[in-house]
């Protein structure tokens, strides 16, 4: 079939990637020009240990005990907004133990299918990505967050998803080139990290080869939509007639989903990175400060910091106070390594597509039928994008039973 992806992230090209495989015809249109967005400047973490959705109970309490700390890891910006509004209700009745216990096996299984995905594409991408398999480390200094976290592993562990508890002695064994001040923290071994702007570069050149086309700089203006299917998708460039058309548009999807008149909420959550070059000391193990909720990836002998969620909308202002947050939160838990604040112009940014669930919408839609959603990652894209994929392949393939969660 001819099928268009819209969206080149990393969800759009694993998406084009699995269904070329399955024989399909793709194109991947995409309003920029395939070098920017989240999949490029992110943490790279591909995480089976994050099974507890972000609406879950306590969040809200958190989130406007932050929002009033110009340098803490969660901001709403004030505005004027009626879907800003029903998202936040939404997800405040998200936020419950119920919908946490439903969620777990949903995000676990995801998880642990892209975990597989990632281990294939290794061996079988013609590039290395720098792959790796050394777990994740949640680092935590206060007694309040170690209570929490030790839940979380129990509940992990029950799961099926190893995690252990580990004593400060523990976690610096674990780091023998590093001081790390932590009261404990938790090892989640299955865990496992790449770079993903190298993933990036190697898919596009890869995809490219094997026949898929790309269109950048392609805005989509329109649908036309006749007897519940799109006849064509109408861009600032030119018109495409597909077989069948999958949104993976990040946070950009609910704005083109209003055209199709379909409501799919969704809030932009702006997050910060910066990477710094030729670390000579450096960690062996990804991390996250758990109180500053900041993620640490060794990338070869470069080191990359990122964290906040800032729920702005698509603003692409750089608020340096978040980047001063994460700068703030280095010497507490790594206090021999000297990290002056970046420039702005050193600072990367980009939006994770949050649905106020903490769930990914993926599945075919309810009201047109060649119309199929992956979308809502939040900020496991790039760690479940391949899990994602493969599902959206066996939908095209006819498939009625894997969908996680379908448009409302």
């Known amino acids: 079939m001819k099928i268009g992806v819209?969206?080149?992230?990393?969800?759009?090209?694993?998406?084009?990637?699995?269904?070329?495989?399955?024989?399909?015809?793709?194109?991947?249109?995409?309003?920029?020009?395939?070098?920017?967005?989240?999949s490029f400047g992110n943490?790279?973490?591909?995480?089976?240990?994050?099974?507890?959705?972000?609406?879950?109970?306590?969040?809200?309490?958190?989130?406007?005990?932050?929002?009033?700390?110009?340098?803490?890891?969660?901001?709403?910006?004030?505005?004027?907004?009626?879907?800003?509004?029903?998202?936040?209700?939404?997800?405040?009745?998200?936020?419950?133990?119920?919908?946490?216990?439903?969620?777990?096996?949903?995000?676990?299984?995801?998880?642990?299918?892209?975990?597989?995905?990632?281990?294939?594409?290794?061996?079988e991408l013609p590039f290395d990505f720098e792959y790796h398999e050394r777990g994740l480390l949640m680092l935590y200094q206060k007694a309040e967050t170690e209570k929490e976290e030790i839940e979380i592993a129990e509940i992990a562990n029950a799961s099926g998803v190893i995690a252990k508890v580990l004593s400060p002695q523990e976690v610096q064994a674990l780091e023998p080139d590093v001081k790390v001040t932590v009261r404990g923290g938790v090892l989640y071994p299955g865990d496992a990290h790449m770079t993903p702007q190298v993933l990036m570069n190697g898919l596009l050149t890869h995809l490219k080869e094997v026949g898929v086309i790309f269109k950048n700089d392609c805005t989509v203006r329109d649908f036309v939509v006749e007897q519940n299917k799109i006849k064509s998708v109408e861009t600032s460039n030119e018109e495409f007639q597909f077989d069948e058309v999958v949104l993976c548009a990040g946070s950009w999807s609910g704005e083109l989903s209003k055209q199709l008149k379909i409501n799919l909420p969704m809030q932009a959550g702006k997050g910060y990175s910066f990477t710094l070059p030729e670390v000579e000391k450096n960690t062996r193990i990804p991390s996250i400060f758990l109180e500053s909720r900041v993620a640490v990836t060794p990338m070869g002998n470069s080191l990359r910091f990122g964290g906040t969620m800032e729920i702005?909308?698509?603003?692409?202002?750089?608020?340096?106070?978040?980047?001063?947050?994460?700068?703030?939160?280095i010497k507490n838990f790594y206090p021999e390594m000297n990290v002056a604040m970046p420039k702005k112009e050193e600072v990367w940014y980009g939006f994770r597509p949050c649905s106020p669930d903490g769930l990914p919408y993926i599945g075919r839609s309810n009201q047109i039928e060649n119309l199929i959603f992956n979308t809502g990652h939040a900020m496991m894209g790039v760690s479940l994008a391949p899990g994602s994929a493969k599902m959206i392949t066996q939908i095209v393939g006819g498939s009625t039973e894997i969908s996680v969660k379908l448009d409302p």
């Open 6 to 38: 819209i969206g080149g992230g990393i969800v759009g090209l694993c998406t084009a990637y699995y269904l070329t495989k399955a024989g399909h015809h793709v194109t991947v249109l995409d309003k920029g020009n395939f070098q920017e967005g989240c």
């Open 43 to 123: 943490a790279g973490m591909i995480v089976p240990s994050h099974i507890i959705p972000l609406a879950a109970p306590g969040m809200m309490a958190k989130g406007f005990r932050w929002m009033f700390d110009a340098t803490s890891p969660f901001y709403v910006k004030p505005r004027l907004s009626l879907e800003l509004a029903k998202w936040g209700y939404h997800f405040y009745r998200n936020a419950n133990t119920k919908h946490v216990e439903e969620s777990i096996p949903v995000l676990r299984d995801l998880s642990l299918l892209s975990r597989s995905a990632y281990a294939e594409l290794s061996t």
């Open 312 to 329: 702005c909308g698509n603003d692409p202002t750089i608020n340096m106070n978040r980047v001063k947050g994460i700068v703030d939160s």
